[in-house]
């Protein structure tokens, strides 16, 4: 998938979680997205016009409910852009 259908694929899940969008396009150069919460997490995707995308979330999660959270938003990430790349999803870091 190219980078406007990866954003684009993956923005109703930070929408989801009410987090306000701030999107930069560079002509050739990709893509960088910045989602911040009213909870003070925020999460940056930057996505390179060669297939590279990464994703920085960072949240302070202070109990077992705010780590189950965290964890179900990034495996619906990790879903989805298996999804929008066929399963060949590179390697996955946590």
Do not use: C
């Amino acid at each position: 998938a190219d980078g406007e259908a990866i954003l684009k694929g993956l923005q109703s899940i930070f929408q989801e979680q009410g987090m306000t969008e701030s999107v930069h396009t560079w002509q050739d150069h990709g893509y960088l997205a910045t989602y911040t919460n009213k909870n003070g997490s925020f999460a940056n995707l930057r996505i390179y016009p060669h297939g590279l995308v990464l994703l920085d979330l960072q949240s302070y999660d202070t109990d077992a409910q705010g780590k189950q959270e965290t964890d179900r938003l990034l495996n619906k990430i990790e879903e989805k852009m298996k999804e929008l790349s066929q399963d060949s999803t590179g390697r996955v870091k946590r």
